[in-house]
Antibody
Framework: QLQLQESGPGLVKPSETLSLTCTVS??????????WGWIRQPPGKGLEWIGS???????YYNPSLKSRLTISVDTSKNQFSLKLSSVTAADTAVYYC??????????????????WGQGTLVTVSS | QSALTQPASVSGSPGQSITISCTGT?????????VSWYQQHPGKAPKLMIY???NRPSGVSNRFSGSKSGNTASLTISGLQAEDEADYYC???????????FGGGTKLTVL
């Protein structure tokens, strides 16, 4: 059974960099069939895609976060990571790592998310 | 990309059927059959309930069904049970965005 587990600091100071890692177990991150990404949910609010990556390193970022965002994949550790710089209180959220099934239509789409991590709350505060 | 439009809340009594709508445009819901629905209980990660408009993943109850008409997708839950009380989110492919778009979410209350 595939499992995803987020890890990283739960508290980040304003203007600093938020760093999270997702460890994948029960399956290989190098599969050609999936994208690996991050979704966040501010307290009491809805879901927002942060970005996604293919195992080869191709990345797709939310345009509103692109200038601050880096998503990378480490196939040797079966992990992928998120770095979001210059954080503010608006970045306070539960961060989920996720596996999705990409499809091609008028362009690539990350597709449905069938596996999620349990989520980790990251609070931005001094 | 604008979020898909969902009602903020719906409610129903045990045993009844309810439908949650998800309205977009011809650039997303109306133009492609890549609508998914997720169920989220408080404090838990979302769970995939429906994908590609009307397909159910293995293990999801057949009380959950999806459909689409024009620019609006719908999630129907029949034989409502207390455990169905949760937030529900739709998502769809949208032209020009690899990440697609989510709906704002609907809180289902089982009376």
């Amino acid at each position: 059974q595939l499992q995803l587990q987020e890890s990283g600091p739960g508290l980040v100071k304003p203007s600093e960099t938020l760093s999270l890692t997702c460890t994948v177990s029960g399956g290989s991150i190098s599969s050609s069939s999936y994208y690996w990404g991050w979704i966040r949910q501010p307290p009491g609010k809805g879901l927002e895609w942060i970005g996604s990556s293919y195992y080869s390193g191709s990345t797709y970022y939310n345009p509103s976060l692109k200038s601050r965002l880096t998503i990378s994949v480490d196939t040797s550790k079966n992990q992928f990571s998120l770095k979001l710089s210059s954080v503010t209180a608006a970045d306070t959220a539960v961060y989920y790592c996720a596996r999705s099934h990409p499809v091609y239509s008028s362009g690539w789409y990350v597709g449905r998310v069938d596996y999620w991590g349990q989520g980790t709350l990251v609070t931005v505060s001094s | 990309q604008s979020a898909l439009t969902q009602p903020a809340s719906v409610s129903g009594s045990p045993g009844q059927s309810i439908t949650i709508s998800c309205t977009g445009t011809s650039s997303d819901v109306g133009g492609y059959n890549y609508v998914s629905w997720y169920q989220q209980h408080p404090g838990k990660a979302p769970k995939l309930m429906i994908y590609d408009v009307s397909n159910r993943p293995s293990g999801v109850s057949n009380r959950f069904s999806g459909s689409k008409s024009g620019n609006t997708a719908s999630l129907t839950i029949s034989g409502l049970q207390a455990e169905d009380e949760a937030d529900y989110y739709c998502s769809s492919y949208t032209i020009g965005s690899t990440l697609g778009v989510f709906g704002g979410g609907t809180k289902l209350t089982v009376l």
